[in-house]
């Protein structure tokens, strides 16, 4: 199993949709997750942080699901702007040491 | 701009040259990391610092490739007889280390094309 996993997409909806993707992960002992965003050719940035069972900033909503091992990300009420790359982000071994996933492509049309 | 910089964004060399990049961190930030990104996959962990100290390294870091932060603000990555596999988009990234998965952020990035 790796250790990061996500669904590569893409992920084709209609402006105003609802989108949600999972990553799985294969390190138990991980206690913190993230969800970083990418634009095309652009470097990652922090989207959301995730320490309990889940989080929720505006229109997003990430949640954790220890005992299955994976972290989801819920996107409502998607707005063009939405479209880029979201990578899932696990710590590993060290404090320091992350994990990224391979990216979730998510292209809304209009 | 208080934010991860780097430099230079872009370079294009021809194989077997060697280049060296820079990134200069947030200035409070204590830990630094290096990563590179090929196309259509995230990024892959290189080598972190804590300080001026190079506490971790990836088995991807070759003998070929090397890290230095002397006076923990800083970072250089150089890689010497290039090849066309280490054409790439290599990031660092800096955070304040808090105990609690550190947030980290990062640079722009530079994009190295090997000919």
């Known amino acids: 199993r790796k250790e990061v996993e996500q669904d590569p997409g893409p992920f084709n909806v209609p402006e105003g949709a609802t989108v949600a993707f999972n990553c799985t992960y294969s390190?138990?002992?991980?206690?913190?997750f993230f969800w970083y965003r990418q634009d095309c050719r652009k470097e990652p940035k922090l989207l959301m942080s995730v320490y309990s069972s889940g989080n929720e900033d505006g229109r997003f909503t990430a949640q954790l699901n220890r005992a299955s091992q994976y972290i989801s990300l819920l996107i409502r009420d998607s707005k063009l702007s939405d479209s880029a790359t979201y990578l899932c982000v696990v710590p590993w071994g060290s404090a320091s040491k992350i994990i990224f996933g391979s990216g979730t492509r998510l292209s809304i049309r209009p | 701009d208080t934010g991860v910089s780097q430099n230079p964004r872009h370079k294009i060399t021809k194989r077997g040259q060697n280049v060296t990049f820079r990134c200069d961190p947030i200035?409070?930030?204590?830990?630094l990391y290096w990563y590179r990104q090929t196309l259509g996959q995230g990024p892959e962990f290189l080598t972190y610092f804590q300080n001026e100290a190079q506490l971790e390294k990836s088995r991807l870091l070759s003998d070929r490739f090397s890290a230095e932060r002397p006076k923990g603000s800083f970072s250089t990555l150089e890689i010497q007889r290039t090849e066309q596999g280490d054409s790439a988009m290599y990031l660092c990234?800096?955070?304040?280390?808090?105990?609690?998965?550190?947030?980290?952020?990062f640079g722009p990035g530079t994009r190295l094309t090997v000919l």
């Open positions: 200035s409070e930030h204590n830990r």
């Open positions: 990234a800096s955070s304040l280390s808090r105990g609690r998965g550190d947030t980290q952020y």
């Open positions: 390190n138990s002992a991980s206690q913190s």
